[in-house]
């Protein structure tokens, strides 16, 4: 008898750019101790970059390159783990259609994340209509899938609820699922659609290297908000960025030393989300509330931290780097892959709706 087959997992990333230190600690760390245990798809989501970047559709294409590249430098084996590109599956859109039908448009609309996203961006009113369709093209890249775990950050964890919404809303229109049934049973109640818990990463946010936003909260490390260190800075850069990380401008008035507040302080975040020694974490921190010790000595060890962290992800980066092509047989691979169960998918959601007509094949050539 053939053994279980390993239980699913889908994450992924926009390629509006590359993989950050909050990517790390908020999702790609969990990718690397989960990919041994589950079967997992990790989706690059380059039409989801077209709904702010329509006009430059060469940096999408660089950016897929560079996170795929980001992905294997980080640890990702493409032997277990299948990196897809989402424009080259196209159950992924099909699905999206019908899951369309059973969303209200102002549900989608009043999702936090979207919200934020048109604040931050500055979408104003003039953002396209496909913005609001990557919400819903968003769960289509899940249930796709039917991932028994999806881990992501904390602004994600909107989008799962919608994507739990549409997903108890089909299994109850469309497999006859009493819609008193527990989310744990909708499966085992003959529901197409697993009803996904968000698993968040060990850091639920991390903060970026700058200066607080207006509402005086530290603001999210993010592609768009030149506050990143990235996976793929060098050794000086790292440094860079560290010396220059904004600290508490009362940090400087050691005649008042009281005043100052570690939790306004990014350097802290940092090092509780890297530093493994809690103990000279706690200590500098205690020395550092009472004046006794500067930002210089606490930045540097942070240097240090940081750079053992990325050291050996920058040597693998530069081996894929030497070998594009690796790179590219390695996306083809989890692309094909990818195809096969979300064909799979589409072919038992288009039959729990009545509307299979046909046998089909999708290949890559
Ligand atoms: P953009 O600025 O283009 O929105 P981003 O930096 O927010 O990019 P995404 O591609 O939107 O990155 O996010 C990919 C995954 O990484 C998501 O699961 C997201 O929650 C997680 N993530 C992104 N930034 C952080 C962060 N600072 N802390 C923790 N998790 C993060
Ligand atoms: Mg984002």
């Known amino acids: ?34 990919q041994h245990r589950y079967d997992c798809y990790f989706i690059i989501a380059n039409k989801h970059a077209f709904t702010t970047r329509a006009d430059r559709p060469a940096d999408i294409r660089q950016s897929v390159i560079d996170i795929a590249t980001d992905y294997l430098a980080a640890g990702i084996d493409p032997a277990k783990s299948h ?51 990557y919400a819903v093209g968003q769960c289509a890249d899940i249930l796709a899938f039917r991932p028994a775990i999806v881990p992501v950050g904390e602004d994600q964890i909107p989008h799962l609820e919608l994507t739990r919404e549409v997903a108890r809303k089909f299994n109850q229109l469309y497999c006859g699922v009493d819609p008193r049934t527990e989310d744990v049973d909708n499966v085992k109640r003959g529901g197409l659609f697993p009803i996904i818990e968000p698993k968040v990463g060990r850091i639920r946010r991390l903060v970026g290297t700058g200066a607080p936003g207006p509402g005086g909260e530290l603001l999210k490390m993010s592609k768009s908000l030149n506050n990143a260190i990235f996976l793929s800075d060098d050794a000086d850069t790292v440094q860079k960025k560290v010396m220059r990380m904004y600290t508490d401008p009362r940090r400087l008035r050691i005649s008042d030393p009281g005043e100052t507040d570690p939790d306004k302080n990014p350097l802290w975040a940092f090092h509780d989300a890297f530093n493994t020694d809690a103990a000279w974490v706690a200590e500098q ?81």
Not at 4 to 16: A, F, N, Q, S, V
Request: charged share 30%; glycine share 6%; hydrophobic share 40%.
């Open 1 to 34: 008898m053939n053994p279980e087959p390993p239980p699913r997992l889908l994450t992924g990333d926009t390629p509006t750019g590359k993989l950050h230190l909050g990517h790390f600690v908020g999702s790609v760390e969990n990718r690397l101790a989960l």
């Open 285 to 365: 921190r205690d020395a550092y509330r009472n004046g006794r010790v500067g930002d210089v000595v606490i930045k540097r060890k942070l240097v240090e931290i940081l750079n053992a962290l990325i050291d050996p992800i920058r040597t693998r980066r530069k081996h894929f780097e030497d070998r594009p092509d690796d790179v590219m047989d390695a996306l083809k691979q989890g692309t094909a892959r990818a195809i096969e169960t979300s064909e799979e998918t589409l072919h038992l959601a288009k039959s729990a709706m009545k509307q299979d007509y046909f046998g089909r094949s999708v290949f890559l050539k």
């Open 83 to 133: 990196m897809f590109i989402q424009s080259e599956v196209p159950a992924i859109d099909e699905l999206t259609f019908f899951l369309a039908m059973l969303i209200p448009f102002n549900r989608v609309m009043r999702n936090p994340t979207l919200t934020q996203e048109i604040r931050d961006k500055d979408l104003g009113d003039k953002y396209p209509f496909g913005f609001p369709m």
